[in-house]
């Protein structure tokens, strides 16, 4: 069994503050629930305030990037060893709007990826299809070419941590999900590369999320598919009631 694995991404929100008084409403509302890992990825400015709020939960605290060098010239960006001596446990890697806004590519997120194996961070790897490509019934070659490129030179060894979520662009913050049937279908892809890639022992155990529009409303139908190992959140996720409800689907 892969145990579920629901994680918030805050993208640009919140002060140290509001982190502070998310956490004070939250953490009461998941007290005591072990069914599934929770973790909630925010920006660097309220990592530490995520830290210290969720000290003694069962709750961790992810960061949503990090660079592939341990230290350097590299203005504006988090190495693997900051996130380390904060305390962070996850890092997203690869979202969609690192891709769409910050000319992330394929390579660099093999980079940042290998990076954060290396360093023992859980890294939530994305990939995901636009709208053009999902038209085209180019989904899955989209998919499998992301796959090939992040995951190169990576041995299934040293990826036991690595998690994957399908996040199809043309779903996030527009108010579209995949349905749980196309949302699983996409899956099975992502875990047939991986077997190619890793072997399918490694495969039958990889964690792989869905994240596009996820709410408490289709939580419950997403979570159903035997191929949807969990949830990454995005807007969702800014308001504890809403998140703890789709924590407890």
């Not at 380390?84 to 996850?90: E, F, I, K, S």
């Not at 998919?143 to 998690?163: D, G, I, N, T």
């Not at 699983?184 to 490694?202: K, L, P, S």
């Not at 598919?225 to 800014?238: F, P």
Request: charged fraction near 25%.
């Amino acid at each position: 069994m892969r145990k579920k694995l629901i994680a918030a991404n805050w993208k640009m929100y919140k002060t140290p503050d509001q982190t502070r008084e998310f956490f004070r409403e939250f953490l009461p509302m998941v007290a005591g629930h072990d069914r599934d890992e929770i973790v909630v990825c925010a920006p660097d400015i309220d990592l530490a305030a995520g830290l210290e709020s969720a000290r003694g939960s069962k709750v961790a605290i992810g960061a949503q990037n990090v660079h592939w060098k341990n230290e350097g010239a590299f203005t504006g960006e988090t190495s693997t060893a900051m996130l380390l001596a904060l305390g962070v446990t996850h890092v997203v890697i690869g979202h969609s709007e690192r891709r769409q806004y910050f000319c992330e590519t394929d390579d660099t997120v093999n980079m940042r990826l290998k990076a954060a194996l290396e360093a023992g961070l859980t890294p939530i790897c994305c990939v995901g299809e636009v709208l053009e490509e999902r038209e085209a019934g180019a989904t899955d070659d989209v998919l499998r070419r992301q796959c090939v490129r992040a995951f190169h030179a990576l041995s299934a060894r040293k990826s036991e941590k690595l998690v994957v979520a399908y996040e199809p662009v043309w779903a996030i913050g527009t108010g579209k999900t995949a349905t749980p049937e196309i949302a699983a279908e996409a899956h099975m892809v992502i875990r047939r590369e991986a077997g190619e890639i890793f072997g399918d022992e490694f495969a039958a155990r990889l964690r792989i999320l869905y994240g596009g529009s996820v709410k408490p409303e289709n939580a419950s139908a997403l979570m159903a598919q035997e191929e949807i190992d969990g949830a990454l959140v995005g807007g969702a996720s800014l308001d504890p009631k809403s998140f703890a409800a789709i924590v407890k689907y």
